[in-house]
């Protein structure tokens, strides 16, 4: 049964879309979204919608106060038709689990699978069917109430988004350590996925791409000396031939890319540690060689090597091999989350078929 409403134009918008050859991160955006409206204690009917600008008051508190979380995640269609998810359902509980840091409603599972369905489904032939390439969604909530009182909104609206992508970045990475600016503090907004995080990271990442790297590497809050994670993207390294990444602790992003490398990892037999990682224990590792590799990963950058930490004196600490460990794991990530393999783990799902009424629902049966 068809529980969201489909305005008009969508049908439109979607037979105009070409998905052009060159689509870097973010670059191309996709004709339709969804959006659902919180008001009165209750989640009202979905639409789905032409993606067209909207209409927000200058004094929401998402605008006013950043009231706004977010989640990242991709439909993948490799030599398939019908495009899947990938650990949807952990997307949810993380999203409410941040909504609930800043005291917003949670979006209930089936209104929020049911957006993804709408405009992955809507969107399915246009999905990338290379390996590496995908459907990158953004589901995102937000507080609508106009106000400068500092409490939370009693109006939301909760959307999705999406990019036909290829990864985040191309290449070996170089990675600039921030030395300055802090990104979270425990007991603060960093293990959520709120907008403030990202803002407070823009700083550093646009130092670090005027020096020719990628993103920037946080430390603590503290004394700066352990790491925490890149700019939207989690840390490991190949540490005396054992993986190892900073443990959860209070301020990092809970990754589900790195949360799906631990296990995926463990089950192919590697040593995984979560543990505290001082930057000068990792810098002296890498220059004993005892660190061989680094690299990246995140719903976005998928599994990115790193060719350098490069220090604020402009010191280079290179680590001896780029994309070794980390391109066995991509591989066998994208493997799963591709569906070119058996998924041991119960990853991946279908997206939903469009609902009857839906004037592509027919040029995409099958
Ligand atoms: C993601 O990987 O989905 C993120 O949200 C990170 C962002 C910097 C693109």
Do not use: W
């Given at each position: 049964m068809q529980s969201y409403d489909i305005a008009p134009g969508v049908d439109a918008a979607l037979g105009d879309f070409r998905v052009p050859e060159r689509l870097g991160f973010g670059l191309v955006t996709a004709p339709v979204m969804y959006s659902v409206e919180y008001r009165d204690g209750a989640w009202g009917r979905g639409r789905l919608l032409p993606y067209a600008p909207i209409e927000v008051w200058p004094g929401s508190r998402a605008l006013q106060y950043a009231e706004l979380v977010f989640e990242g995640m991709k439909a993948y269609r490799v030599g398939r038709a019908w495009p899947n998810l990938f650990r949807a359902e952990d997307?949810?509980?993380?999203?409410?689990?941040?909504?609930?840091?800043?005291?917003?409603?949670?979006?209930?599972?089936?209104?929020?699978?049911?957006?993804?369905?709408?405009?992955?489904?809507?969107?399915?032939?246009?999905?990338p069917g290379q390996s590496g390439r995908a459907l990158y969604l953004r589901p995102f909530l937000f507080g609508t109430e106009s106000g400068y009182m500092l409490r939370n909104s009693t109006t939301f609206r909760f959307m999705v988004m999406a990019s036909p992508v290829?990864?985040?970045?191309?290449?070996?990475?170089?990675?600039?350590?921030?030395?300055?600016?802090?990104?979270?503090?425990?007991?603060g907004v960093g293990e959520a996925k709120a907008a403030a995080n990202y803002a407070a990271s823009l700083r550093a990442s646009t130092a670090a791409v005027a020096r020719g790297c990628a993103v920037a590497l946080w430390l603590d809050a503290g004394p700066q000396r352990t790491i925490q994670e890149l700019s939207g993207m989690n840390l490991f390294a190949v540490i005396d031939g054992g993986l190892v990444t900073p443990a959860l602790d209070g301020a990092i992003l809970p990754g589900i890319t790195r949360d799906s490398l631990i296990k995926l990892a463990r089950h192919r037999g590697q040593r995984v540690l979560e543990r505290r990682m001082p930057i000068d224990e990792l810098l002296e590792q890498i220059a004993s060689g005892a660190c061989s590799e680094l690299f990246a990963c995140?719903?976005?950058?998928?599994?990115?090597?790193?060719?350098?930490?490069?220090?604020?004196?402009?010191?280079?600490?290179?680590p001896a091999r780029v994309d070794a460990v980390a391109a066995e794991l991509r591989e066998a990530l994208l493997a799963?989350?591709?569906?070119r393999v058996a998924d041991p783990f119960g990853w991946t799902r279908d997206v939903a078929r469009p609902p009857a009424a839906a004037p592509w629902a027919r040029a995409v049966a099958g």
């Open positions: 997307n949810c509980r993380r999203l409410a689990r941040s909504a609930e840091r800043l005291s917003m409603p949670a979006v209930p599972e089936p209104l929020f699978l049911e957006a993804l369905d709408a405009v992955a489904g809507a969107l399915a032939p246009s999905v290829e990864p985040y970045a191309t290449g070996a990475i170089r990675v600039l350590i921030e030395r300055k600016d802090v990104r979270a503090v425990v007991g995140g719903t976005a950058a998928v599994v990115s090597p790193i060719a350098a930490l490069v220090d604020a004196d402009a010191t280079e600490h290179a799963i989350q591709e569906r």
